[in-house]
């Protein structure tokens, strides 16, 4: 009956959960295609599990098991190969991230920890093999963190040897204002925000002017953008409710009165 089939199947599988055939599996953690711009990943949340992977368990027979197919990528793996961009302060705000990256880095190998192997005496181990690491870290951060971090920290100055300061404004041109505007509907896109149109854009843009507080200059200083874009969206919406209802669903569209409300 149906109990003996179910016995037989949990004979099939092994120790770690794995069926006789998914032993000859490959995992690929992550591929390149060829031709294809290297990648540019920007973490925004590191975390250990984040950046450097991790082993997915699950409970079987009152063990947490795992195996190699269950072994997760993280961000350094996502950009071997290209450029990694972090924020220091998310790094340092993390207990233990900073000391790890750091060695991750001189040693030139990533490797995938299983940390939950210690947080059960159920727990079976697995320690998946250092793979090497060819990656450039950008780290951001205000001057004075990097100043602080020159002095405190003995291994900064070798692993971080180029230091780049970037103006917080650029010149108002007919060059730079179609820059700046794709960056920032590539936000809104990648948010799954509604278009703006193209009076919508234009405020967004002399904002962005206000901000630098000159009118030939655009201010870098992306977040109030984005901000506001995202109140002139929630206005948007509140005035397609207010509005009487018609045949069919009307695309929703951001306006210049919604970014000025």
Not at 21 to 44: D, G, I, S
Not at 45 to 62: I, Q, T
Not at 86 to 114: I, N
Not at 124 to 142: D, F, K, M, N
């Amino acid at each position: 009956g149906s109990g003996e089939r179910g016995g037989r199947g949990d004979a099939d599988l092994a120790g770690d959960g794995l069926a006789p055939l998914e032993r000859f599996r490959v995992n690929v953690l992550v591929t390149h295609r060829p031709h294809v711009a290297a990648p540019v990943v920007f973490e925004t949340n590191p975390s250990a599990s984040r950046l450097f992977g991790f082993v997915a368990r699950r409970a079987r027979l009152g063990t947490l098991v795992s195996n190699f197919l269950r072994i997760r990528p993280g961000a350094l793996h996502r950009a071997s190969g290209g450029v990694i961009i972090l924020r220091a302060t998310d790094l340092l705000t993390e207990p233990g991230l900073w000391e790890r990256l750091k060695r991750t880095l001189r040693e030139q190998r990533l490797s995938v920890d299983d940390a939950g192997a210690g947080a059960s005496q159920f727990a079976a181990t697995l320690r998946p093999q250092p793979v090497p690491l060819p990656v450039r870290l950008i780290l951001i951060g205000p001057p004075e963190l990097y100043d602080s971090l020159r002095v405190q920290d003995l291994d900064f100055s070798s692993l971080f040897r180029i230091k780049v300061e970037v103006d917080e404004v650029m010149p108002r041109t007919a060059e730079t204002l179609p820059v700046l505007d794709a960056v920032l509907m590539s936000f809104a896109s990648k948010r799954g925000l509604p278009p703006f149109d193209r009076s919508a854009r234009a405020r967004l843009l002399d904002l962005s002017t206000r901000l630098a507080e000159d009118r030939e200059r655009l201010s870098l200083c992306l977040e109030p953008l984005d901000e506001t874009a995202t109140f002139a969206v929630a206005q948007a919406r509140c005035r397609a409710i207010e509005q009487p209802k018609t045949e069919g669903k009307p695309q929703l569209v951001v306006t210049a009165a919604d970014v000025d409300a």
